[in-house]
């Protein structure tokens, strides 16, 4: 940042007192502009055995598969962002039933949000964001084309859930360097 953008002065970059990190300040009008990470919200869209994937239409990792999801909006619960994305993105209405994984890549200052929705029905298509969309079961999932970590977090956990009958919430991270 360099720019205030209340008053359009430059800013610095500097620790304020009484507080733990380096924020960017503008003297002129003495505001203080807090950066924190991106909120990033999805489902994990169910129906029977099968699961949904959505084939990227888009950069980062256009034609790799990933569970629907994307940046949640001012203004909205990360419940109706995440429903919202699988609106967007696989043209369906869901029901969101509960939070099922926290994954946080602190080197991208990101939190992903991924909860478990219930499908009304099959009648979905891929939207602008998709090249296609389609149902999995745990067996032909196309792990080596999971397009995020994040997504796969949530498919392993998932499964592994299924098969104790228990539905706990998950929360991972992204450790390697990127």
């Given at each position: 940042m360099k720019f205030c953008s209340n008053c359009g002065h430059a800013v610095l970059l500097k620790r304020i007192e009484g507080d733990t990190h380096p924020r960017f300040f503008c003297e002129e009008c003495k505001t203080i502009h807090y950066q924190n990470p991106n909120m990033v919200v999805g489902c994990l869209p169910i129906w029977e055995d099968k699961?949904?994937?959505?084939?990227?239409?888009?950069?980062?990792?256009?034609?790799?598969?990933?569970?629907?999801?994307?940046?949640?909006?001012?203004?909205?619960?990360?419940?109706?962002?995440?429903?919202?994305?699988?609106?967007?993105?696989?043209?369906?209405?869901?029901?969101?039933?509960?939070?099922?994984?926290?994954?946080?890549?602190?080197?991208?200052?990101?939190?992903?949000?991924?909860?478990?929705?219930?499908?009304?029905?099959?009648?979905?298509?891929a939207g602008v964001e998709s090249l296609e969309v389609q149902m999995f079961t745990e067996a032909n999932i196309p792990w080596d084309e999971i397009a995020f970590s994040s997504s796969t977090f949530s498919l392993e956990n998932y499964f592994a859930d299924n098969k104790t009958g228990q539905r706990r919430v998950h929360l991972g991270k992204y450790t390697r360097s990127i």
């Amino acid at each position: 940042m360099k720019f205030c953008s209340n008053c359009g002065h430059a800013v610095l970059l500097k620790r304020i007192e009484g507080d733990t990190h380096p924020r960017f300040f503008c003297e002129e009008c003495k505001t203080i502009h807090y950066q924190n990470p991106n909120m990033v919200v999805g489902c994990l869209p169910i129906w029977e055995d099968k699961i949904m994937l959505c084939r990227r239409a888009i950069e980062p990792r256009k034609g790799f598969w990933n569970l629907p999801g994307g940046y949640l909006e001012n203004g909205e619960t990360a419940e109706e962002g995440a429903a919202r994305e699988v609106q967007e993105e696989a043209g369906i209405r869901v029901a969101v039933l509960s939070l099922h994984t926290v994954f946080s890549i602190p080197k991208i200052n990101q939190v992903y949000l991924h909860f478990l929705a219930a499908m009304p029905d099959l009648n979905y298509k891929a939207g602008v964001e998709s090249l296609e969309v389609q149902m999995f079961t745990e067996a032909n999932i196309p792990w080596d084309e999971i397009a995020f970590s994040s997504s796969t977090f949530s498919l392993e956990n998932y499964f592994a859930d299924n098969k104790t009958g228990q539905r706990r919430v998950h929360l991972g991270k992204y450790t390697r360097s990127i």
